[in-house]
């Protein structure tokens, strides 16, 4: 499955903004879909995920009511909407897959196979 990013931008803290990652290749597979993101200097984080045949989602445990993520499988594509976005949502944010059942932590971006190029999401004050 291939994975591309896109919807990242220049915005101004206290807006909204969605991300879309859409699918091609063997997308008949149940997968795990998960956005991560990264900021300069830190780790890859996961902020959700949700699995494409179910839809079941699952946020990160450190992650805020102001993110959610949702799914349109008639397109292929799955969404990260962030609200009330402050400056330290600056990152590149990446989606992932891995195969439901192939993974012991969904949290983990080394439990995901494949991955997007990543788009920049940069918040102004």
């Known amino acids: 499955v291939r994975l591309v990013e896109s919807g990242g931008g220049l915005v101004q803290a206290g807006e909204s903004l969605r991300l879309s990652c859409i699918l091609s290749?063997?997308?008949?597979?149940?997968?795990?879909i998960g956005w991560f993101r990264q900021a300069p200097g830190k780790e890859r984080e996961l902020i959700s995920c949700?699995?494409?045949?179910?839809?079941?989602?699952y946020y990160g445990s450190f992650m805020e009511g102001r993110f959610a993520i949702s799914k349109d499988n008639a397109k292929k594509a799955v969404y990260l909407q962030i609200r009330d976005m402050k400056p330290e949502d600056t990152a590149t944010y990446s989606c992932?897959?891995?195969?439901?059942?192939?993974?012991?932590?969904?949290?983990?971006?080394?439990?995901?196979?494949?991955w997007g190029q990543g788009t920049q999401v940069t918040v102004s004050s």
């Open positions: 949700i699995n494409t045949s179910d839809g079941t989602t």
């Open positions: 992932a897959a891995v195969v439901v059942g192939d993974y012991n932590d969904k949290d983990a971006a080394e439990e995901y196979d494949y």
């Open positions: 290749g063997d997308t008949f597979v149940e997968y795990n």
